[in-house]
């Protein structure tokens, strides 16, 4: 029998392979994933992050949907990490890490992004899902990586990148990254939470693109 929150995950993965046909395929490399995934013994120390401290609360108080209620149902279990280690002395980019966290929910032992500074409460090797918290007039740059990405927005209305074209997305909105494609988010007056699956290429680092 599978946890909880993975149970919930399955069964909204399922529908939304069932309303969208763009998501069909991706939802059922998801939903096959999670028949596997197994639970920690549980999180160790985890970091503060300032930008979670300031908007976390308030964005769960505006988290709509079923991705709202997922997060809500697993955020206590979760740790926060900063992203682009890599990067950091960029001046536009140490402005993004100190406005952007993310926390691995289904995930490697190691993540792989932070270098292991968070653990995810579950694993996996194959999926690598979990909540991205962005704070308001955030700049998230232009960005390409193998995994095939989907986004459900939970609060926080946003702008965003993909290949040239940019659109506005409300919560309750649905992003979907093909593997390589490019793209920036830009937040407004409000943070944004997202839930987030990678259902290829689970281990992989986003590149910035500069150009
Ligand atoms: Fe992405």
């Known amino acids: 029998m599978a ?19 763009d998501l069909t395929r991706p939802m059922a490399l998801l ?19 300032e930008v979670v401290d300031r908007h976390l609360d308030g964005a769960l108080a505006a988290a709509v949907g079923t991705a709202g209620e997922l997060i809500g149902s697993v955020v206590h ?28 929910i289904i995930g490697s032992a190691t993540d ?40 459900w927005v939970a609060a926080g209305t946003s702008d965003w990148q993909k290949g040239d074209v940019w659109r506005v ?12 494609v490019r793209h920036a988010t830009v937040t407004r007056d ?4 997202m839930l987030f699956a990678w259902v290829t290429d689970p281990g992989c680092i986003p590149v910035i693109v500069r150009r």
């Open 3 to 21: 946890a909880p929150f993975i149970e919930a995950l399955s069964v909204f993965a399922a529908s939304e392979g069932a309303r969208d046909p």
């Open 31 to 49: 939903t096959d994933a999670l028949l596997r995934v197994m639970p920690t013994a549980g999180r160790g120390p985890q970091p503060s992050q």
């Open 77 to 104: 279990e979760v740790g926060w990490a900063k992203p682009y280690p890599e990067y950091a002395g960029e001046p536009d980019m140490d402005a993004m890490r100190a406005n952007y966290s993310y926390a691995p």
């Open 112 to 151: 792989a992004i932070s270098g292991g500074a968070v653990a995810a409460p579950y694993l996996s090797d194959e999926v690598f899902v979990g909540l991205v918290l962005q704070g308001p007039d955030c700049d998230y740059p232009s960005h390409v990586h193998k995994s095939e990405e989907i986004f």
């Open 169 to 180: 997305e409300e919560p309750g909105g649905v992003i979907h990254h093909e593997s390589g």
């Open 190 to 193: 409000r943070p944004l939470l």
